[in-house]
């Protein structure tokens, strides 16, 4: 991905995850989706716990 896209002004007070983390994220995400993924997940509300 080259592009990179300026933030709007009202957006920058709302984001999480700063291009640090963002990269860790990525990074963790390429090198063991498994993982990466069911963590993730584990931050949603299921009424039934995820699967496969």
Same mark, same amino acid.
């Given at each position: !991905?080259? &592009? !990179?896209? &300026?933030?709007?002004? /009202?957006?920058?007070?709302?984001?999480?995850?700063?291009?640090?983390?963002?990269?860790? !994220?990525?990074?963790?995400? #390429? &090198? /063991?989706?498994? @993982?990466?993924? @069911?963590?993730? @997940? &584990?931050? #949603?509300?299921?009424?039934?716990?995820?699967?496969?």
């Amino acid at each position: !991905m080259s &592009e !990179m896209f &300026e933030i709007p002004q /009202n957006f920058q007070g709302s984001v999480w995850a700063d291009d640090e983390k963002y990269q860790q !994220m990525y990074r963790e995400s #390429v &090198e /063991n989706p498994e @993982a990466f993924w @069911a963590e993730q @997940a &584990e931050r #949603v509300h299921w009424f039934k716990k995820w699967d496969k």
